[in-house]
């Protein structure tokens, strides 16, 4: 997440911002204008036009619980 400043090659890499979809996602004020302001990388928006939401939930869990593994935690098993 960037909070000021700009971009430096090599040292920060900024990703697209998330779009917002109605009927998944939580509305919240300016829902209706975010897909149009978002910030877009080209190359995200192949995982961005995704729509097999529960098979991206599941990814996202098993990458978490491999981190959290990584560090001591709870194991994936």
């Given at each position: 997440?960037?909070?000021s400043g700009k971009p430096?090659?090599?040292i920060n890499n900024y990703r697209s911002w998330p779009k917002y979809r109605p009927g998944y996602d939580f509305p919240f004020d300016g829902c209706e204008q975010w897909n149009k302001k978002r910030r877009v990388v080209p190359e995200d928006e192949a995982y961005f036009?995704?729509?097999d939401y529960e098979q991206m939930n599941k990814?996202?869990?098993e990458?978490?619980?491999g981190f959290v593994a990584q560090l001591?935690?709870?194991s994936q098993n």
């Open positions: 997440m960037m909070m430096v090659e090599g036009n995704r729509t990814e996202i869990e990458s978490v619980l001591g935690g709870k």
